[in-house]
């Protein structure tokens, strides 16, 4: 089955690897699961990944993610081992399967999310200093490649995270730890400008867009799941 009829998470599962990541056929009952799943990348460079934590795809069939060292750091989401690898943000080929570094100027690379064209990749540094932050890059040389750096959102003392675009290209991002008046969701346009917030009781890691028209946001947070419907749809 080619890459691009799949959709890729990150799995946690007891292993020297911490977060491994496997694709799973959407249309798969949860207890099938395990029977149909398979790894698309654990090492690069013949070296273990740190333990990936978010994933994206592309409509060429290549899938992005951010690789930091927080699932091999102790065993809460992982087992504890010793990094192999820098945390960088890696492209696997929908076609070939090979794994490229495309971004390697990370100290921890999290969220990560294209604009509704895939011209723009969005990435969160959650350990920027002094403030963490949100990097956008350009997508070049026929999607493979990143160039021109720069930051998008400064998180200001709050911890930005998982992200998504909606269709107008707004990017709707997670976000807490820090004090309770930054938790929720916050949007902001494709300038930069904060143009809406959703606040919420606890913080929120990650998001999506889902439900039969993608116009119902799902909010990922400290103990539970949040959702509410909007006026958009997600990319």
């Known amino acids: 089955?080619?890459?691009?009829?799949?959709?890729?998470?990150?799995?946690?599962?007891?292993s020297a690897c911490g977060n491994d990541f496997l694709l799973i056929d959407g249309a798969l009952a949860p207890e099938d699961i395990a029977a149909f799943t398979r790894r698309i990348c654990d090492r690069h460079d013949g070296k273990r990944l740190n333990s990936p934590n978010d994933v994206t795809t592309k409509s060429d069939g290549s899938i992005w993610f951010s690789d930091p060292p927080y699932g091999i750091g102790g065993n809460y989401i992982g087992d504890k081992a010793e990094q192999e690898l820098p945390p960088n943000v890696y492209r696997v080929d929908g076609v070939t399967g090979q794994a490229s570094v495309v971004a390697s100027d990370f100290t921890r690379p999290n969220g990560i999310c294209f604009s509704p064209d895939e011209s723009k990749i969005y990435i969160t540094e959650s350990r920027g200093n002094p403030n963490r932050l949100i990097r956008v890059f350009d997508v070049v040389d026929?999607?493979?490649?990143?160039?021109?750096?720069?930051?998008?959102?400064?998180?200001?003392?709050?911890?930005?995270?998982?992200?998504?675009?909606?269709?107008?290209?707004n990017l709707w991002g997670g976000r807490g730890i820090g004090s309770a008046e930054l938790n929720g969701v916050r949007v902001f346009a494709p300038d930069g400008k904060l143009i809406g917030r959703i606040r919420l009781p606890e913080s929120s890691a990650n998001l999506c867009f889902g439900g039969a028209k993608r116009n119902r946001l799902f909010m990922c947070a400290t103990t539970s799941l949040y959702s509410v419907y909007l006026?958009?749809?997600g990319r």
């Open 142 to 169: 026929n999607g493979t490649r990143l160039a021109n750096g720069r930051v998008f959102i400064d998180g200001e003392g709050g911890n930005p995270d998982g992200m998504r675009c909606d269709i107008d290209g």
């Open 1 to 14: 089955m080619p890459l691009s009829n799949l959709r890729a998470i990150p799995f946690v599962k007891a």
């Open 231 to 233: 006026n958009t749809r």
